[in-house]
């Protein structure tokens, strides 16, 4: 699966910005997707997750409530809203591939997008 990150940026604290990561390669509704972030000095962190079908998704507490993962199989395409930004929010975002079944984590991801950046001023 090749996986190519799009959107990111600069936004100010309390705006949105979105994120989309298309896939290609393999049959996309087969993989779980997961939305992963690290900043400077500071390990890789689990953001949000989203099962094959769209129907269930997941989230670290620190973005519960603020982030939505969503993925359109038809388009090969997961995406990632993230509302009422944060400026610890800033990071180099990447999405991954988990094939179903198997436990999406920082450490257990099949396939990795290259990141994009999002900057949340203050």
């Known amino acids: 699966v090749q996986l190519q990150a799009s959107g990111g940026g600069l936004a100010q604290a309390g705006n949105s910005l979105g994120l989309s990561c298309a896939a290609s390669g393999r049959t996309f509704s087969n993989y779980g997707m997961g939305w992963f972030r690290q900043s400077p000095g500071k390990e890789r962190e689990f953001v949000a997750a989203?099962?094959?079908?769209?129907?269930?998704?997941n989230y670290a507490d620190s973005v519960k409530g603020r982030f939505t993962a969503s993925r359109d199989n038809a388009k090969n395409t997961v995406y990632l809203q993230m509302n009422s930004l944060k400026p610890e929010d800033t990071a180099v975002y990447c999405c991954?591939?988990?094939?179903?079944?198997?436990?999406?984590?920082?450490?257990?991801?099949?396939?990795w997008g290259q990141g994009t950046q999002v900057t949340v001023s203050s």
């Open positions: 989203v099962s094959g079908s769209g129907g269930s998704t």
């Open positions: 991954a591939a988990r094939i179903l079944y198997r436990p999406l984590t920082t450490t257990q991801v099949d396939y």
